[in-house]
């Protein structure tokens, strides 16, 4: 079985000229992906789970699917969830990304920014020091826990010790915080000198800038620039509400927080079930100076 190519991005620039380097395989990626749809509401692509170690045939459905030249499609991000660990294409991916390129060691101190999903349960027993919370509002003080164990933070006013962690793991959260350069210089001041923040976020690989959706008032109340779109929350029922969808804008963001390098990295994987495009996580690297 092959590996998987993470190839590093940097901008827009970059981007394109990737693009324009794979058009013929990117075409036959797109094709393989259209011979997997074969008009059943649910179905199943045989691969390898990174994170069982073993044969896998993920599952797929029609929920939050777009069309693609005119075809309703999979968003295969979403989905691709394996029967055994319960994580989707961009989960497993992520863990993938993680253990075999940032290669942290058994004792690393982690951050994770969910603590009540299968994601969270996954790492926890694959490293022993890791950290999960969920923003709960004001159910309980900051930096506490409820009775069940959950640990309430806000992203943007994180009660950890500056110099905490050696990396800090964002799943789709940036895009729903309106503050989201605050969110990443809190991100930057918790990591270790040396350590990594590796996130995802809903991506527009063709444009530079954010796309703002909604902005928050002077006196509190949010404004909607688009119609409002909601993301699934396994918290609620109702969703969260996505303030952004990003461009590459996002990297320069993320060096403003403070970071020393900041880098998108591509990858596709047919045999890994990593499917659909664009498939981008990203990378911001604390310097190594106190």
């Not at 590996?3 to 000229?17: F, Q």
């Not at 964002?170 to 729903?176: A, G, I, Q, R």
């Not at 404004?223 to 969260?240: F, M, V």
Request: glycine share 10%; proline share 6%.
């Amino acid at each position: 079985m092959a590996g998987v190519e993470w190839v590093p991005v940097g901008g827009l620039a970059a981007y394109r000229e990737l693009s324009a380097s794979l058009a013929l395989e990117d075409r036959r990626r797109r094709a393989f992906e259209r011979s997997l749809m074969q008009g059943a509401e649910r179905f199943t692509v045989p691969g390898r789970c990174w994170v069982c170690g073993q044969p896998a045939d993920f599952q797929v459905d029609y929920s939050y699917a777009y069309p693609v030249d005119g075809v309703l499609t999979p968003n295969w991000r979403e989905h691709l969830r394996c029967p055994g660990c319960q994580l989707n294409g961009r989960m497993r991916a992520t863990i993938h990304f993680f253990e075999e390129r940032l290669r942290p060691s058994q004792d690393a101190s982690i951050y994770l920014m969910e603590q009540t999903t299968p994601l969270f349960r996954c790492l926890a027993s694959r490293f022993p020091e890791v950290t999960g919370s969920e923003y709960l509002g004001r159910e309980v003080g900051f930096g506490e826990r409820t009775a069940g164990g959950i640990r309430n933070e806000s992203v943007t006013r994180l009660t950890f010790a500056a110099a905490s962690f050696d990396f800090v793991l964002s799943l789709d959260v940036f895009e729903h915080l309106p503050e989201v350069g605050r969110a990443l210089s809190e991100c930057h001041r918790v990591l270790r000198p040396g350590g990594r923040l590796l996130f995802s976020v809903p991506f527009r690989p063709e444009h530079a800038e954010n796309l703002v959706r909604a902005v928050v008032g002077e006196g509190g109340e949010i404004q909607h620039l688009l119609p409002p779109e909601y993301h699934g929350d396994p918290l609620s029922a109702e969703g969260c509400l996505a303030f952004y969808q990003f461009g590459w804008e996002l990297l320069d963001q993320v060096r403003a927080a403070g970071f020393a390098e900041a880098c998108g990295h591509a990858f596709w994987s047919r045999d890994f079930g990593y499917l659909g495009a664009p498939l981008i996580l990203f990378v911001g690297r604390k310097g190594s100076e106190p």
